[in-house]
Structure formats: C-alpha cells, structure tokens
C-alpha cells in the first residue's frame, strides 16, 4: 500500500501481455473517436461560447468523462477498462481523488488490465511523490520490460530526480518499443543528451524519431538548431529544405535560410530568400499581412535586405 497526499493507492494492477498493452492502447483510440461522436451536439454547442484554449480542453473532457461515467453504468461485463480510462482523463485535467479511485476499482474488477501500475506512477509523479513514483514504474517494467510508456514515464522522473544518465538510458529504451512515440519524447531525449554535452547523440535521437513519424517540425526544427550550433550549415540547409516542403506557410522558414545563407557568406542566395519571404508573407490576408509578427517579420527581412544593397550581385556563392 502507498500513501498519495493523504490517500491510498492500492496496489494492484499488473501490466499483462504486451499484444494486451496493445489493445488497449488502440480500444482507447477507438472509443474516444466514437464518444466525440456521440457529444458531438454538447460539444457544438461549448464551441460556441467564447472561451480560451485551456477552458475548451476542461469543457471537452468534461464531456468525455461524462460519456465514460454513462458507458461504466450500461456496462453488462467487466467495466475495467473504462474506469482505468476514465481515470487517466481525471489525471490529466487534475482531478486526483477520481482517478486514484478509479484506477482501484479497475484494478479490483481486473487484477491483469494492462496499465494500472503505469497510471497510478504517473499520478504519484504528478503528486510530486517521485520516489513512490519510481517504485511503481519498476513494478510496471518488471511486469511489462516491453511497455515503451512505462520507461518514457520512469525517465521523466529521473530527470526530476537529477538522475539525468539513467533517464537518458530509459528514454532510448522506450523509444525502441513505442512504433509511433509523441514527438516530445523525442524531444526530451534529445535535450537531455544536449544537457550532457552529447549533441551528436542527440541528433540520432531526433533523427531515429523522424525515422519513425517523418519529417515532422519538433524534430526536424530542433535538429536543425543543433546542426547550426555545431558550426553545420550544411546540414542545416537541407534539414530546412524538408522543412519548407511540408510547411502551409513557408515565409518564416525563407527569412530563416536567408539568414542561414548570410551567415555563411553566401549573399545571393540569401537575398533571393528573403525576396521569397515577403513574397510569401504578400500572398497572406491582410488581416495575417498586419498581425504582429508578420509585421515584425517584414520589417526584419527588409532591414536585412537594406544590409545588402551593396553587396556583390554576382552568380550564385559557391
């Protein structure tokens, strides 16, 4: 038994078959689509009303607990899944008491379920219980060696534990075993191996996570700056020219290769960019063309532009 700001945390919960880790992870995805669906008039109505970013999340999964609460009292068979859901979404959006009680009561209806001691260590974490924490990741790992989460989650208490080496060492391990890993555990990794002086590691890392979910801009955007701090302007470029492919507004990324370009002499290219950049930022609205950063963003290019009349226009740098 373990203590959580003056609660119980019962320990049950075993991690179970990986191919049941699995499943629930994608059970998890497919009933959250079809309680969306099945809010979706409760939902329209709240998107309605004017309200900032973190009320709309509050009132979205205010509405899913909701549908969770009504689907755990329909339920004709074992509901355990549904309470350890239900649990995570209190976790998230704070809501301690409910989700420690939910996640015994999945536990008690289904000592197997896959996941529990996971959830309940990300609560003792998220309660600042680090130790407790630990300790319950562990059990999870020896239960479960192959739940890429569980050694995301025991990592990120290690780095709050100051334990940075061991944390860097859990992240690569979960890695491995999440196919398609949120690109802030890529992230994270990465900063912890900049934090240890290892950047050439930590571009393996990126480059393992892009590897798996694509080009994407946390990680190519990150790798990018990393390439430029280790004195590779090269690399850079061609990290930014994926970037500009995928990108829907590209008029940021010209003025950046702009600059890029300048700094390594390369002053063709470099006007060229920034003509590209306030052409982009032309196509915009209006109303986006006189938002402050865009207005900022001309201004910048302009004086960098101004920088260069004389400059040589000859051919292209070499």
Known sequence: MMEAAGRTLLPWGFCGAARGRERFAGCRRRRRGAWRWRAVVLAACLAALPRPPAAR?????????????RQIEAATNNAARLYLERGELQREHGMYDGAEADYARAAQLDPDLPGVDRCQARL????????????????ALERCPDDGESWVGRARVLLRLDQRRAAIADYWRGLEHLREPPPEYVVELARAL???????????????????????LPLQGYALELELARQ??????????TILARALRKETWFARRGEIFLATGKVVEARQSYHAALAAIDRLPGRLQQSPSMVKLRADVKTALAGLTNAPAAGPSK
Request: no cysteine; charged share 25%.
């Open 124 to 139: 003792l974490a998220d309660l600042g219980q680090l130790a407790a924490a630990r300790a319950r990741f562990d059990r």
């Open 232 to 241: 590779n302007p090269a690399a850079a470029l061609a990290r930014l020219e």
């Open 194 to 216: 900049v934090a240890e002086e290892q950047t050439a590691e930590a571009l393996r890392a990126l480059d393992a996570g892009i590897k798996k979910l694509g080009p994407i």
């Open 57 to 69: 999340a509050h009132g979205e999964a205010h509405l899913l607990i909701l549908e969770l609460t």
